[in-house]
């Protein structure tokens, strides 16, 4: 059974730098696209970033320049390297995989991605 299990989150100040980790395991997940989303409290799961099977990527415009998608498919590890976070990006950070091989674009929507982690909390005090 394909699983996710995401690392990394925690505490930090505003400015600060996490690096996330989503650990595949049950099946190689480097023919699919990875995604990271984020979901705030009262807020619904948003977008943060994606990287297809070909590692061509897309972000979120309100992390742009900041995050870092990469994947290492050896590993079976995709990564979000966060940089001069703000309060703003706190949220419950989820990695997900999307097994629809027939799409030319990394999907944006919750309901486009088949198999989620247990996420991982990202706390940014001001």
């Known amino acids: 059974q394909a699983q996710l299990v995401e690392s990394g989150g925690g505490l930090v100040q505003a400015g600060d730098s996490l690096r996330l980790s989503c650990h595949g395991s049950?099946?190689?997940?480097?023919?699919?696209?990875m995604g990271w989303f984020r979901q705030a409290p009262g807020k619904e799961r948003e977008f943060v970033a994606g990287i297809s099977w070909s590692t061509s990527k897309s972000y979120d415009k309100s992390v742009e320049g900041r995050f870092t998608i990469s994947r290492d498919t050896a590993e079976n590890v995709v990564y979000l390297q966060m940089n001069n976070l703000k309060p703003e990006d706190t949220a419950v950070y989820y990695c997900a995989a999307d097994f629809n091989r027939l799409r030319n674009y990394v999907p944006a929507r919750p309901k486009e991605y088949d198999v989620w982690g247990q996420g991982t909390q990202v706390t940014v005090s001001s």
């Open positions: 049950g099946r190689t997940f480097s023919p699919y696209t």
